[in-house]
């Protein structure tokens, strides 16, 4: 006669087996959730680098803020970016208040710009400034970063005023970067220059 053992469980070991099941997949859950995030933060990071890869051209205005007084005369550079771009020309538009603001001159700055470029047009007229550069030597490319010009000013009034550049993406009017390729602009970004005046 043949005895079957039967494998009997106890209550206590039941809910022991069930406890160590909850504690697995709890400990699962909480790896799952902090190590399979990570490749999608890595593209999402590597998306954004490629992102700011992609921008094309940008033109600032160089300190980015500034505190003076009344009577006080200052300076601020028109920087460039083509980054890889080769260009052909570029025009600066700088927007102003004359009333707190009186542009003394314009001079432009860097070396490599000045042996391969022409610069037709530096005018101020009564709240804008004008500046553009054209290519002269067709046989030197230029790209990178340079200091397209240095306005002089002085603070007149007391008050907040900025200069910012007139810009319309896209567009062959305002402040723009022609590329030499297709000559299109293909200035991006740009970024203007406040003055606080006491």
């Known amino acids: 006669m043949e005895t079957k053992n039967k494998l009997k469980i106890s209550p206590i070991g039941l809910f022991v087996i069930i406890a160590f099941a909850v504690v697995f997949f709890l400990i699962g859950y909480i790896l799952n959730s902090f190590f ?9 990071t590597q998306n954004s680098q490629e992102s700011a890869l992609l921008s094309r051209a940008d033109m600032r205005l160089l300190p980015v803020s500034e505190n003076l007084t009344i009577g006080q ?103 723009t970067i022609i590329q030499s390729q297709d000559s299109q602009n293909i200035l991006d970004k740009v970024e203007g220059f406040k003055v606080k005046i006491e």
């Open 73 to 175: 005369e200052s300076q601020f550079e028109i920087l460039i970016n083509t980054f890889d771009q080769t260009i052909n020309g570029t025009d600066a538009v700088i927007l102003y208040n004359p009333k707190l603001i009186k542009i003394i001159a314009i001079q432009t700055a860097d070396s490599v710009l000045n042996q391969n470029f022409i610069f037709p047009r530096k005018q101020i007229e009564d709240g804008r400034i004008y500046l553009t550069a054209v290519r002269d030597n067709l046989s030197q490319q230029v790209s990178g970063q340079y200091t397209l010009a240095k306005i002089t000013f002085r603070a007149l009034f007391a008050g907040e005023a900025e200069f910012n550049l007139e810009f319309f993406p896209g567009e062959t009017y305002g402040s």
């Open 36 to 44: 399979g995030q990570r490749p999608q933060k890595l593209l999402s």
